[in-house]
């Protein structure tokens, strides 16, 4: 079993940043891929980012990318999202989401196993 719990999120000009955490408790999370998603009021969840186990691998959503960087620390039992130039538009709660069979479909939300609560990330215009 693991449980996840996000931190880092805020309210943030246009064009600023923030870093979201994701700690993890249960010793097989660094055996795990990691998702961080978002869902804005009325909106579906939407895939942000993914990281393989050991943080060799990383994806991004073509609305993010070169904007956001996922990373991992294993011997902390942690994953960061680290958020730059942010836009009014990235308004949501974020999540981190572990997936332990590895899925292929890694933008696919259903596929993961465990959620946190979410972190809500606002930005001001």
């Known amino acids: 079993q693991v449980q996840l719990v996000e931190s880092g999120g805020g309210l943030v000009q246009t064009g600023g940043s923030l870093r979201l955490s994701c700690a993890a408790s249960?010793?097989?999370?660094?055996?795990?891929?990691v998702g961080w998603f978002r869902q804005a009021p009325g909106k579906e969840r939407e895939f942000l980012a993914h990281?393989?186990?050991?943080?060799?691998?990383?994806s991004y959503a073509d609305s993010v990318k070169g904007r956001f960087t996922i990373s991992r620390d294993n011997d902390k039992n942690m994953v960061y999202l680290q958020m730059n130039s942010l836009k009014p538009e990235d308004t949501a709660v974020y999540y981190c989401?572990?997936?332990?069979?590895?899925?292929?479909?890694?933008?696919?939300?259903?596929?993961?196993?465990?959620w946190g609560k979410g972190t809500l990330v606002a930005v001001s215009s």
């Open positions: 990281v393989n186990w050991s943080g060799g691998r990383t």
């Open positions: 989401a572990a997936d332990q069979t590895w899925t292929m479909a890694i933008e696919d939300h259903s596929k993961y196993d465990y």
């Open positions: 249960g010793r097989l999370f660094s055996s795990y891929a």
